[in-house]
C-alpha cells in the first residue's frame, strides 16, 4: 500500500525569502512528503496573500500561533506530520517550542536561537515531550559528507591530528542591510540574529561539519572575531582555533566579506595516516591523500565493492547513488536527504514507536545547543583576549 503523504506546515517562507525555496522543493522530492498549510509572514494579511499565491493551494494561517492552535486540535494524520521553521534566528525558539509542547515534531532552521539558553530550554522541552526534533545543517545531507564520517570515524586514516573547516562568502562586503535588504538587514542586527553575525549564520555550519565528519568534539575554543565593515552591528569574519575531544586541534572559520567566495565551504581532515578533502561547491566527491601515492578521488554513484585503501565498501554507501553519478546532486539534494531521513522518524513517532533523531543523519537539538554555546564561547573569547574557552 502506498505511504500515506505526510503533511507539513511551514513556518515564514513569504515575501522574497530565501531558504523556503530549498526546502520546499526538498520536501516534494520523494513524493512522500508535501507542504499542506502555512504562516509565512509575520504581517497576517501578508502572511494570507502569500499563501493565496503558493505555487500549488495550502491553507494559510494569519500567523504561527494560529496555525500550532489550529493544528494541535487534530487527530494525527489529519494534524501536520511536521512543522518547518523558516524565519529568522530570532523567530525560532517560540515557534519550536510552542510546536514541540504540543506534541507536532519540528525541523527548524540554524541557528537554533539566538541565545544559548534558549536553546536549552527548547532541548529539555524536546526531552520531556519526546517529540523528533531536527536541524536543517544543510551539508550534512551530502551523500559525500556520509562517505566521508563513515571513513574517519571508522578509523581508516588513523587519529585526527588537525582539521582546517571553513565557510568563505563575500556577499556582506558591503553594507547590504543599509539599502534594507531583507537577508542581510535582520542577520548584522545581535536582537535577530544573536550574538554573532558570520559565525551564528555560517561559521555553526563549519563547526557542525567538523563535528559531523570526525565525530569529535570541540573542547576548547579561542576566537577572532572582526567587522571590517564600518557602521556594521555584528563581526563578518569570525576565526576561532580549537582543541577537539581527541587531543586534536582545529581551525572553524567563516567569512562574508571575502570578494569573489560564494559559497566555498570545505573541510580538509588530517590524519595519522593520510588527509581527507571535502568541499560543497564540488560535493559529488571526497578526494583521500595518502603518503606516496597519487591521491584518490570517490564520487558519489561510483563507489562500491571494494578497494585496496576502503576494504570491504558498506552496502548504504552505494545504494545512495540517487541519480547516476555526473548527474551532479548539490544543495537541493542534501535538503531532500535531511528531510527524507527525517520523514523515517516522523512516521515512527506517529506510529508510537522508538524513533533514532540520533545526529546521525540529521542535526538534532542537542547539536543546536552545541552551536549556539561553541558561537558564545567564541564571542566571549574574542572579548577577552582570545582565551581559550572550554565548552
Ligand atoms: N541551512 C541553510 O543552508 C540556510 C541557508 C540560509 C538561511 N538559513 C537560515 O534560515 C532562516 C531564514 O533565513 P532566510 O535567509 O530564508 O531569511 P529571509 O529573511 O529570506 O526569510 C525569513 C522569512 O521569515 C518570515 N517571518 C519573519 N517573522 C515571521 C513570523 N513571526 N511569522 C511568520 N513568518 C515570519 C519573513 O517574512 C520571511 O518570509 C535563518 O535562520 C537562516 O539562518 C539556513
Not at 542581510?184 to 549564520?201: I, L, N, Y
Not at 576565526?239 to 567566495?261: D, K
Not at 508510537?352 to 567564541?378: P, T
Request: charged fraction near 25%; hydrophobic fraction near 40%; include cysteine.
Amino acid at each position: 500500500m502506498p505511504k500515506r503523504v505526510l503533511k507539513v506546515g511551514v513556518i515564514g517562507g513569504g515575501g522574497g525569502a530565501f531558504i523556503v525555496n530549498p526546502h520546499q522543493k526538498a520536501i516534494h522530492f520523494d513524493g512522500t512528503r508535501r507542504v499542506t498549510c502555512a504562516a509565512l509572514h509575520q504581517d497576517p494579511d501578508i502572511a494570507m496573500s502569500e499563501a493565496r499565491k503558493w505555487a500549488y493551494p495550502i491553507k494559510g494561517y494569519p500567523s504561527y500561533d494560529a496555525m500550532i492552535e489550529a493544528q494541535a486540535k487534530l487527530p494525527i494524520g489529519e494534524r501536520i506530520d511536521y512543522a518547518l521553521i523558516v524565519t529568522p534566528n530570532f523567530v525560532h525558539f517560540d515557534p519550536a517550542i510552542k510546536l514541540v509542547q504540543a506534541g507536532i515534531p519540528v525541523f527548524c532552521e540554524k541557528p537554533i536561537t539566538v541565545k544559548a539558553s534558549e536553546a536549552i530550554e527548547l532541548a529539555a522541552a524536546v526531552k520531556k515531550n519526546k517529540v523528533p526534533f531536527g536541524i536543517a545543517h544543510t551539508y550534512l545531507g551530502h551523500w559525500s559528507s556520509w562517505f566521508a564520517r563513515w571513513i574517519i570515524t571508522s578509523g581508516k586514516l588513523g587519529a585526527v591530528r588537525w582539521c582546517d573547516s571553513y565557510y568563505l562568502q563575500g556577499w556582506l562586503a558591503t553594507r547590504l542591510e543599509s539599502e534594507g535588504q531583507m537577508q542581510a538587514s535582520w542577520r548584522t542586527d545581535p536582537k535577530m540574529a544573536g550574538a554573532s553575525c558570520c559565525g551564528g549564520d555560517i561559521g555553526t555550519h563549519a563547526y557542525m561539519q567538523l563535528r559531523f565528519l570526525t565525530g569529535l568534539e570541540v573542547t576548547y575554543v579561542r576566537g577572532m572575531i572582526e567587522t571590517f565593515l564600518k557602521g556594521r552591528q555584528l563581526d563578518d569574519h569570525f576565526t576561532t582555533y580549537c582543541r577537539l575531544s581527541n587531543g586534536g586541534r582545529a581551525l572553524i572559520r567563516a567569512t562574508q566579506i571575502a570578494i569573489g567566495n560564494k559559497n566555498n565551504m570545505g573541510i580538509e581532515v588530517n590524519c595519522e595516516k593520510g588527509s581527507l578533502i571535502w568541499k560543497q561547491e564540488d560535493s559529488e566527491r571526497i578526494t583521500i591523500r595518502l603518503p606516496g601515492e597519487p591521491d584518490r578521488d570517490y564520487w558519489r554513484g561510483e563507489v562500491g565493492g571494494s578497494d585496496s585503501f576502503l576494504g570491504k565498501i558498506p552496502g548504504w554507501v552505494a545504494d545512495e547513488a540517487t541519480i547516476p553519478s555526473g548527474h551532479g546532486e548539490a544543495f537541493h539534494d542534501a535538503f531532500a536527504r535531511l528531510h527524507r531521513e527525517f520523514e523515517k522518524d516522523v512516521r515512527k513517532y506517529n506510529a508510537g514507536r522508538k524513533f533514532s533523531c540520533d545526529g546521525s543523519k540529521y542535526a538534532n537539538i542537542q547539536d543546536g545547543v552545541k552551536h549556539m554555546k561553541f558561537v558564545e564561547a567564541a564571542v566571549k573569547s574574542a572579548k577577552n583576549g582570545s582565551k581559550n574557552i572550554r565548552l
